[in-house]
Structure formats: C-alpha cells, structure tokens
C-alpha cells in the first residue's frame, strides 16, 4: 500500500504534523520505534507514581492566547486534564539566597519584578517590551500573515541573550535572575540568541500549566484523534534505512525488514540520526556538513521521588535553584560545584490536591560525563554507571533537602536518569534536552528549514522552529503548510468550529 505521507517519528511535531494531514483528508502512517508514543512527552510509571520525562509545564495556555487557539485547532483543550500555575508567582527562581517571583501576564510580571527590583524599573521594561516586540515578529505566533517580506525575527536569532541582558542593566543580581530560566532552554551565555529565551518566556507569562497526570495526555489524545482520522499509527517500527532517487524519497525500511512508501515524507527525528539513514549523496556535502556540525544543548541528569501517602505539601509553582553565582557559568560546572543549580516540579495528582505524590528534579549534565558508557543499553550498563548515578543522586538530594528541609522524610522510593536514558528513550542525539543549540554567533548555521534539497522530504520537530511545546507546535504548521499552503492553514486554524 502506498501512503500520502509517511511521518518518522511519533513526538510531539510528528504526531501535529499527522493531526493536521489527515485531518485534511491525506493518507497518513506514522513510524515510531519505541512501544510507547509521544518521544519527550512519555510518563513513566513505578509502583503506581506517573513521572513526567520531558514535558513539566505548558505555556500560553490562558484563554485566546496563542497555545490555546493552536489547541483549539487540535481539539485538545477540551480533552486535556490541566493546572493553572499560580499566577503570582508561578517560577521561582531561588538565588543568593532569596527567592524571586515570575508573575504572569506582562504587566503583573513587571510589576512584581519591580517591586523585587526598585531600582531597575527601566530594565525591566526594557525586557518587557523586547520581549513583547519578539512575540509579535513571529506570524504564526499571532495568527497573522505578517508579510512574508518580514523577517524581523532572524535579527533576533542573530542577538544574544547574554549581551542584551547586559544591555539593559548592570545590576547582577537582576541578570542572573533574568537567567534564571536557561534550563528551559538549554541556555549559554556563549551562543543563546535572543530569540529563544523571549519566545518561550513570553509564553509562559501568557498562561503556564501543568498536566494532571502526565503529559502523556497529549500525545494519547492526538494518536487518538490520528486513528479516527483514517490514519495509520505503527509501534516499534523503526525506520532503519532511507532509499532515495533522482532527488526524491522512494520508501523508507523498517525494523531492516519491509519497505513502506509514499509521496511524502516528513521527518520528527533528529536531523543527524535522518542522515545517518540516508545513502550518501542524498544531500550536498556543504549540508550534511552543516547539519552534522551543529552542537547540542546540554543533557539533564534527572531524579524521581515518588512521595509517600500524604506527606509532602503539594507546591504549584516551579522552583529554579541556585548555588552558583554565574549563572551562565553552570553548564561549565567542575565536579566540586556540581550542582550549581537545578530545577524542581511538583506533580498534582487531582485539581484540589493537598499532597504531591511525585516531585521531578533536572539538573544540567555535560554528555562527557556519560561517555565511559555511551556503548551501553537501558539495563545493561553496569555497576558503575548506577555507582555514578548514585553518587550524583545523593548530591542533588543534599541541596534539596537544603533548600526544602524534610522533604527527603517524605520520600518513598528515588528513580534517576542521565543522559544517556534520554538519548535510549527520545533519541535525542548526545541526549540532548532541546536538541541542536542555535547559536546567535551563526543563525544561519543552525537554522534548519522544514523544506529539504529532497523535493518530498520535509523537515518537524523541535530542530526546526522553536523547542517545547510552542515552539514544535508553531513547527508543526510550517511544515505542513508546505504541503497545504501557509494561507490555507492559517485560516483553517483562525476558523475552527
Ligand atoms: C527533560 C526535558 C524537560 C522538558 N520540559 C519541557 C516542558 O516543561 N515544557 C515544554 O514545552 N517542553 C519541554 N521539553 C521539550 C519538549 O518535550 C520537546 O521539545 C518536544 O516534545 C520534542 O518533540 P519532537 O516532535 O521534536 O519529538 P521527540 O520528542 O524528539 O520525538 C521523536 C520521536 O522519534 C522517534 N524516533 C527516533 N528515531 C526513530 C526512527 N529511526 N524510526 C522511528 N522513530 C524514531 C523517537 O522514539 C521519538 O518518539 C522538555 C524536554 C526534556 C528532554
């Protein structure tokens, strides 16, 4: 049989992508290697407590902002078990000692940031607004057709971060403050653009919420909604070969075994693993040298503590801990101050819940730290590896226990992962949190279009646009539109109903 589009990969940009295509009426399959769906957004269950991997909180989820009317489209908000941070305060970025609040909406954000910093009013709302101007660059990000002609959002692929912040002010504190989310985004001073940060930001101060339950909702529902569609949905159907000719995809192979075909194709993995399935010659040396030269962002050594029954106050508010003064210097860590900071996300079990029965800690790891078992497989690593991750969970749980005193009382039982789980479990490469680092030193190096030199191969996922949830979702429409014509969708999505 062959398919209208066949879709490698079933995470968040692959499972958008077949939402939108089958829902268009074209015949869709999606290949997926793992048993279970949905890439960063799986759960994972022990002893009955659902951990999150890869997807702690959602933005611009409040009422007509853009992740809701991007949902509205999907037919998720409905369906989706949600919720609200708490509005004043809903990331904390714990630093030198203090706590500062992140308050959502823009106005109550500035407000509460210069209540916190008095003296930095203009600061602020230089942030404020620069942050406004970006969100409003981006045409899918307001459901408009900004002219084509407008690409005022590259300038800001080509501005860094780091520089701005310094820009605006020359109070320390403020700045690391302001830094204080660069794990959302595999932020450093060296090559973070402008862009990323205020992109994701932004879409947090317009309505941040987490899933009761799990993320995995999202990609159960969409799945869902792919098969009622018409839409074919294969597990464990690793795409383990790409055939090409005459500058187009002719099947793909999967599990070394059967060829499926269609007349497109779209990719939701990571662009090196995509060329690594390609015969050579499939791309222009000058590409595959650029794709393949492109670095990752950083991994997350992360720890799971389910909580025992009752014990441990539910919080509905993200922490960001410091202990490090530079906050950019993180990722730089030496082993004696590892580490310097990490993030913490309380699960809700019910709307109404007192206790939380599960609490997620992501700190960031360098892949250099995991190479001495990069050759290894999940369960199969050996002593040492667990030796390693032992020794690392005891450090988290020292600062933990500092900075929330009792909690490890609460804890029943502690599950970890490094890197190397994600790169088994996501296929990220180097396990990667967010994928490839775009670098403001060199937009152009690592900007990567949906639109490929293989005229029915075409390009989603969090390599492409933005990472997270926004960010791949956003991508999701751009690839497809290339296939449906940008006008055509914009206007399917501005009138749903
Ligand atoms: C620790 C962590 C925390 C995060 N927290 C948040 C958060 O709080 N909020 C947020 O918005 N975002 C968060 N993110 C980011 C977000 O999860 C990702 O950006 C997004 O889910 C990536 O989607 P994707 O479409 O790129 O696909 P991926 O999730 O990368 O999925 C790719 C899929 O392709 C499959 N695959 C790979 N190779 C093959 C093959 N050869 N054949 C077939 N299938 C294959 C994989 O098994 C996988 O299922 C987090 C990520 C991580 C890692």
């Not at 268009?24 to 399959?29: A, H, S, T």
């Not at 950083?298 to 441990?312: D, H, Q, R």
């Not at 490890?408 to 890197?419: D, M």
Request: aromatic residues 12%; contains cysteine.
């Amino acid at each position: 049989m062959k398919y209208d589009v066949v879709i490698i990969g079933s995470g968040l940009g692959g499972l958008e992508c077949a939402y939108i295509l089958s829902k268009e009426g074209y015949n869709v399959c999606v290949l997926e290697k793992n048993r279970v769906l949905g890439g960063c957004l799986q759960t994972f269950s022990r002893c009955g407590t659902v951990f999150d991997t890869g997807m702690h909180y959602i933005g611009g989820m409040d009422e007509d902002q853009i992740l809701y009317r991007l949902f509205e489209y999907f037919d998720l908000n409905r369906r989706l078990n949600l919720k609200r941070l708490d509005e004043d305060g809903y990331d904390i970025i714990r630093y030198d000692g203090r706590d500062y609040k992140f308050a959502m909406g823009y106005e109550r954000f500035a407000d509460t940031m210069i209540e916190q910093f008095p003296n930095d009013r203009i600061a602020i709302q230089k942030y404020v607004s620069k942050m406004k101007d970006i969100r409003d660059s981006v045409d899918l990000y307001n459901l408009e057709n900004i002219s084509s002609s407008n690409t005022s959002y590259l300038n800001y692929y080509g501005l860094s971060i780091a520089d701005f912040l310094d820009s605006i002010s020359g109070n320390e504190i403020l700045k690391n403050v302001l830094a204080g989310l660069a794990p959302l985004y595999g932020g450093m001073r060296e090559t973070s653009p402008l862009y990323i940060p205020m992109i994701i930001h932004s879409s947090y101060i317009e309505g941040a919420y987490r899933f009761i339950g799990g993320g995995s909702q999202l990609s159960d529902v969409l799945a869902e909604s792919v098969t009622s569609f018409g839409g074919t949905i294969l597990k464990k159907a690793e795409v383990t070969k790409i055939h090409h000719e005459h500058g187009r995809i002719t099947n793909v192979e999967i599990n070394h075994e059967e060829r499926i075909e269609a007349n497109h194709y779209i990719s939701d993995i990571h662009p090196k693993t995509l060329l690594g399935l390609l015969d050579h010659g499939a791309f222009k040396p000058a590409y595959t040298k650029r794709i393949n030269g492109i670095g990752e962002t950083y991994g997350m050594f992360t720890v799971y503590l389910a909580m025992k029954e009752n014990a441990f106050r539910y919080i509905n508010k993200n922490f960001y801990c410091y202990h490090v003064k530079d906050l950019w210097r993180d990722f730089h860590y030496t082993d004696d101050i590892w580490p310097g900071g990490y993030m913490v996300h309380f699960s809700p079990v019910a709307e109404n819940m007192e206790f939380t029965d599960a609490v997620i800690v992501n700190t960031i790891m360098r892949w250099e730290e995991v190479l001495p078992w990069v050759n290894t497989t999940v369960e199969n690593r050996g002593e040492e590896y667990q030796a390693f991750k032992q020794r690392k969970t005891e450090l988290i749980m020292r600062d933990l226990e500092n900075d929330f005193p009792g909690i490890g009382h609460a804890v029943k039982f502690i599950y970890n992962s490094s890197p190397l789980t994600y790169r088994d479990y996501t296929g990220t490469w180097e396990g990667s949190v967010y994928g490839i680092q775009k670098d403001y030193n060199n937009p152009m190096k690592t900007l990567i279009l949906p639109r490929t030199h293989l005229s029915n191969l075409f390009l989603t996922g969090q390599n492409i646009n933005v990472h997270g949830v926004v960010g791949v979702t956003i991508g999701a429409f751009l690839t497809c539109s290339e296939l449906l014509g940008k006008k055509h969708l914009m206007n399917k999505m501005k009138n749903v109903g």
